[in-house]
């Protein structure tokens, strides 16, 4: 084994991996809602169709999807590896287990985050696939022609139970972000009397704004485009 | 008119020693502990009822006085781990109602039955870690913090004659910080409380108190990835940041120490010639 592969496939190798797939995949929420706020717009779609073709077409965000798709897969197959040895760490268990003063976000990391890739699963089948090969009308803004996502948005959303179902995903990254936010940089040693309060407030900050932004995205075209 | 203030008094006086009788002296519990004859047996949880417990009592008092009841009627008394009954020494164990050293965040040796009320059912396992494998009753084999420390967690010094005080200069702020994570008395109540069964609040303590001293700088690379690497082969879990550790360590050893400890393995694996 390499020292490379050694570290890596320490508990702690492996931890880094996830914070550093997680802080990864929290900047790529951040491009994504800031991006997702031309919903909002009001214009029939226009902005964000731009957007969209913007989005697969551009190189450089190509080479950001990239590693969007591989922080999402070592960071569910590093989570899979930790939480096996997790589990035999402790082959009996106690008999009387009070919940500790942890918050249930942290002992829940992995169901939140099971719960999160079924969503990713059918987000991306809905929309992403849709995008990439799907037969999507065709608009033309200015003599150049844009696939119509959001005619595909806009009709996803007309469904209460597509609605409900995002809303609920979006509380479950909320508390999945509570907790992760903060331990990412915990895991990676950054943990400093100066900085770590600050890490904390944007961490709370974060994980109640980002997902309620994502959140109000399909109840704001469930009401206005019906 | 006095006689009547006399009166109220005296039944006063009666009522509240009685009430001290009922809640203080003869506290009447239920205790449902786990019996495991040795390594291989399966276990179970067996109920005993006692009384006359005195609030006065440590937990470790109390089960001593049901260790005499069990001799006394010729059975197996109940094993357990302790050794100075000072909160010093990191020998005493047990997992109380749900708590490593039971409610109060201290070792169980000074956990007092007072913290208990009459009436109480408590009850007391092993720690569960599959690298602290039960050898009878509530007595655990954690040498595999033994094996942790032998990794690395020691010092080279020249022998010799004895160096003065205050030789090396340590700042008074690093002083105290080294000394903290060094109150880490190796109990295992932070794996007994992880829900993975992670060593990591042992292991960081141990590594930050050498890693923060000059002393420790000589086997500083070398330490963290070897302490790293036995804690891991013992077989402990990985952490998940929860803080459980931290709120059930008697000796309050922080989450500060975990932080540090990963530094210094990252920057270990990275910097050191061990390929």
Known sequence: ?226 | MSKTIHRVKVVRRARFHVAIEKKYKHMKLTLKIWRQKNAGDKGSFVTYPIDGISTDMSFLEMMDVLNEELTANGEDPVHFDHDCREGICGMCSLYINGHPHGPKQTTTCQLHMRSFSDGDTITIEPWRAKAFPVVKDLVVDRSSFDRIIQAGGYVSVNTGGVPDANEIPIPKRIADEAFDSATCIGCGACVAACKNASAMLFTSAKISQLAMLPQGQVERMSRAEKMVAQMDAEGFGACTNTGACEAECPKGISLTNIARMNREYFAASVKSETV
């Not at chain 1, 929420?29 to 226009?46: A, I, M, P, R």
């Not at chain 1, 033309?140 to 609605?163: C, R």
């Open chain 1, 1 to 226: 084994m390499s020292w490379v592969t050694k570290t890596l496939s320490s508990t702690i190798g492996r931890k880094l991996i996830m914070a550093l797939t997680g802080l990864f995949l929290i900047l790529f929420l951040t491009g994504h809602v800031s991006g997702n706020l031309l919903l909002f717009k009001g214009d029939g779609g226009e902005a964000f169709n731009i957007y969209a073709k913007f989005m697969t077409t551009n190189p450089a965000v190509k080479l950001l999807s990239w590693l969007t798709y591989s922080s999402i897969f070592f960071h569910v197959i590093f989570s899979a590896w930790l939480s096996w040895t997790n589990k035999k760490s402790r082959p009996i268990g106690y008999g009387v287990s009070t919940p500790p003063s942890t918050t249930v976000s942290s002992r829940n990391m992995g169901i939140l985050g099971t719960i999160i890739l079924i969503f990713i699963v059918v987000h991306m089948q809905s929309f992403w696939a849709q995008m990439h090969w799907g037969d999507l009308p065709i608009v033309t803004y200015e003599g150049e022609q844009y696939k119509d996502l959001f005619s595909i948005v806009s009709f996803a959303f007309q469904n209460e139970l597509m609605v409900i179902g995002y809303v609920v995903a979006m509380a479950f990254l909320a508390f999945h972000l509570s907790h992760g936010f903060a331990s990412a940089f915990q895991t990676l040693g950054l943990n400093h009397a100066k900085y770590s309060p600050a890490i904390a407030v944007i961490g709370k900050i974060y994980c109640i704004l980002v997902p309620i932004l994502f959140a109000s995205m399909p109840v704001y075209i469930y009401f206005t485009q019906s």
